[in-house]
Each structure stands twice: as structure tokens, then as C-alpha cells.
T-cell receptor, first 109, second 113 residues
Framework: GESVGLHLPTLSVQEGDNSIINCAYS??????FIWYKQESGKGPQFIID?????DKRQGQRVTVLLNKTVKHLSLQIAATQPGDSAVYFC????????FGAGTRLTVKP | DAGVIQSPRHEVTEMGQEVTLRCKPI?????LFWYRQTMMRGLELLIY????????DSGMPEDRFSAKMPNASFSTLKIQPSEPRDSAVYFC???????????FGQGTRLTVV
């Protein structure tokens, strides 16, 4: 039967390829952004953040790009591994910390 | 620090019973959040506290839900009476008052039968 539930954007990549997950935000005054990763059975975990005075920040295998002009964030994962399979959320610097639907990343071996 | 600690990890209860979920935030964090996560509705903010004071409880589904934060190191989310549609994973998160990244607990999986 047809599954029902929240429509989650999905991204499926081959192991070893690079992944790009996109996020649009709404508040042009936001000055701090965070990416979280939620693995099955766990709570969301901080991956990387970026402040609005930057347009790029790199971590270990992850890079976040910020385009304030179009209010867009992206998370790039290099050499994607099976352990990267999860739901990824972006969040704006707001007092109430609400989350969108997230993006489900599936890594195919 | 052990991180955000939630208890119990799993709870199975009968419809109509009272359920209490507990959360210990990270020491020094001034903001605490309660979320509910389901396949249907995703990760919903129920309520959050700053310095132990409830700031926004507009996400609390109905009067059956209540949350308290009697001190900086402890919060509870209570459902009375519980219903099967309350079945979900409930997360607690904490962070410093000046918005920074938040830290989540492992969640409580609630099943109401």
C-alpha cells in the first residue's frame, strides 16, 4: 500500500561520490546557521555551523556554503560513506529553534 | 559532561495512564527544548524554556500535555491522560541562551496502547 507521512526530500548517492544537500531559509536577518545529522534511532547531532560574515566553512569531509543573496545554504559531503546515511536538517539562528522536514541521504554501497 | 540525559529510553503505557518524561540538560545551558517526532509530522517543537521560564508553549498539542522546569538541571514533560496518538519519540535539547548549536538527548520512545 501507499505509505503516508511527511514528505521528506531524498538524496541517493553512490558510496565515494560527493553529496550536496540544499536548504532555503526565510529570515534575511538570520546571522548564524547550523547543520544537524540525525541517524536512525538517535537524536539530531551538530555537524557544522556558519556565521553570516562567512560564505564558506569547512570541516572534516563537510563544507557548508552560505549564499545570503538568495537565502540558501548547502552542505557538501566529500567521499560519502555508508555512515553518512541519515536525515540532515539545517537550522537558522532563532530563539525557538524549529526544524523543517530535513533531507534523507541514502548511500548505496 | 554526559550530554543531555533523557529517561526513560522506552515507555509503553496503556491509554488513559499518566506518562512523565524526564530530561537533564547540559550543565550551564540556559535554554531547554522539548520536541516530538513522528513519521507524519516530523520534528515538532512542543515548548521551550529560557532560564527555567516557559517562553513558547504554542506547540503543545492540547491540555493533556504539560511541561515544567523546576530548576536549571531538570525538566519534565507530562501527558495525562495518554492516548494512542501520542505515540512518538520525544526529544529534549539544550543550548546556551545566546543561540548556538543545541545538543539533543537520545530521546524517549513512547508507545501508548
Amino acid at each position: 500500500g501507499e505509505s503516508v507521512g511527511l514528505h521528506l526530500p531524498t538524496l541517493s548517492v553512490q558510496e565515494g561520490d560527493n553529496s550536496i544537500i540544499n536548504c532555503a531559509y526565510s529570515n534575511s536577518a538570520s546571522d548564524y546557521f547550523i547543520w544537524y545529522k540525525q541517524e536512525s534511532g538517535k537524536g539530531p547531532q551538530f555537524i557544522i555551523d556558519i556565521r553570516s560574515n562567512m560564505d564558506k566553512r569547512q570541516g572534516q569531509r563537510v563544507t557548508v556554503l552560505l549564499n545570503k543573496t538568495v537565502k540558501h545554504l548547502s552542505l557538501q559531503i566529500a567521499a560519502t560513506q555508508p555512515g553518512d546515511s541519515a536525515v540532515y536538517f539545517c537550522a537558522e539562528n532563532t530563539s525557538d529553534m524549529r526544524f523543517g522536514a530535513g533531507t534523507r541521504l541514502t548511500v548505496k554501497p | 559532561d554526559a550530554g543531555v540525559i533523557q529517561s526513560p529510553r522506552h515507555e509503553v503505557t496503556e491509554m488513559g495512564q499518566e506518562v512523565t518524561l524526564r530530561c537533564k540538560p547540559i550543565s550551564g545551558h540556559n535554554s531547554l527544548f522539548w520536541y516530538r517526532q513522528t513519521m507524519m509530522r516530523g520534528l515538532e517543537l512542543l515548548i521551550y524554556f529560557n532560564n527555567n521560564v516557559p517562553i513558547d508553549d504554542s506547540g503543545m498539542p492540547e491540555d493533556r500535555f504539560s511541561a515544567k522546569m523546576p530548576n536549571a538541571s531538570f525538566s519534565t514533560l507530562k501527558i495525562q491522560p495518554s492516548e494512542p496518538r501520542d505515540s512518538a519519540v520525544y526529544f529534549c535539547a539544550s543550548r546556551e541562551l545566546d543561540p548556538t548549536s543545541a545538543f539533543f538527548g537520545q530521546g524517549t520512545r513512547l508507545t501508548v496502547v
